[in-house]
């Protein structure tokens, strides 16, 4: 389905960010892959289902490497169609123990990279006529959760920066929407279970439990398959219409 077309997938070389790249790589996208870590595993992951694949470094708080890095897809692939701003980093602590360097690293990591990524890759899409920008944001894009300030700050941002977007371009074919997981188990999380199971002296897999019963009454962690196959449907010509919506996976984490 997606056959001929490029997709940039912010922090994909882990989580979330590596399951989308990989469900749109299985529909015969081209990847540009980006985020820190290992590279070269999650490269030959996506390699291996038969597309091109290609790897910028850029450190999403920096605008500088952020117009690098769309110049770098853009010489590689000659245009970007699908824009995921994916990447993303937490931090959790009351507003009044909240590091101010770590909200400046979180609003420019998980908000304006976006913001960044989606006005340097806008021109070719409207050129060409045809565009898909997906922004993984969270279910702290519509709810809030304590401790979380910067990261619930972002995510709301980004939900509204979907709607603006996803307006600007309505009469044309690029649509813009907003992912919204509840948890999903990757090293972000892992992190956040790690805390819990130091905090209350619980073994990890009790702690999953515990960060699960808070908020979810499915009980399960979403994968990041089932958020590639929400991201290929955002793709697919039956999204045409879909425009400006925040789509939340959650395991009824927002239906209560
Ligand atoms: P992850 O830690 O597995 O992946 C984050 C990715 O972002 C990695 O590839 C990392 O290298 C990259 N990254 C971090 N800082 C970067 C920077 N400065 N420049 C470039 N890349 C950078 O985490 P994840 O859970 O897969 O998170 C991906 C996105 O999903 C984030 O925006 C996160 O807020 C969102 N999200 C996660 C969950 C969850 O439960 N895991 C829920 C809702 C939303």
Not at 47 to 65: F, I, N, T
Not at 151 to 175: D, F, Q
Request: net charge neutral; aromatic share 6%.
């Amino acid at each position: 389905m997606l056959k001929g077309k490029t997709a940039l997938v912010t922090g994909s070389t882990s989580g979330i960010g590596l399951g989308i790249a990989k469900a749109l790589a299985a529909q015969g996208a081209n990847i540009v892959m980006n985020g820190f870590g290992d590279v070269d595993g999650p490269k030959a992951a996506i390699a291996a289902l038969g597309v091109k694949v290609s790897y910028h470094g850029a450190d999403m708080s920096r605008p500088d490497e952020i117009a690098a890095m769309m110049a770098f897809a853009a010489e590689q692939f000659g245009r970007v169609d699908i824009l995921v701003n994916n990447a993303g980093i937490q931090h959790v602590a009351r507003i009044e123990n909240f590091p101010a360097e770590r909200w400046d690293a979180i609003i420019a990591i998980n908000m304006s990279s976006a913001f960044h990524a989606t006005r340097l890759a806008l021109p070719a899409m409207q050129a060409a006529g045809w565009g898909r920008i997906i922004n993984v944001a969270s279910v702290h894009g519509l709810v809030a959760s304590a401790e979380k300030s910067a990261y619930v700050t972002a995510k709301h941002g980004v939900v509204g920066l979907t709607k603006v977007t996803a307006l600007e371009n309505a009469s044309t074919g690029i649509t813009c929407n907003a992912i919204c997981p509840g948890w999903v188990l990757t090293p972000l999380v892992q992190k956040q279970v790690d805390a819990k199971a130091a905090a209350l002296g619980v073994s990890n897999d009790e702690a999953k439990k515990l960060l699960l019963g808070e908020k979810e009454p499915s009980l399960q962690f979403t994968t990041p398959e089932e958020l590639g196959a929400l991201a290929v449907f955002f793709c697919s010509p039956a999204g045409n219409n879909v425009r400006g919506v925040a789509w939340n996976m959650d395991g009824g984490w927002l239906a209560q």
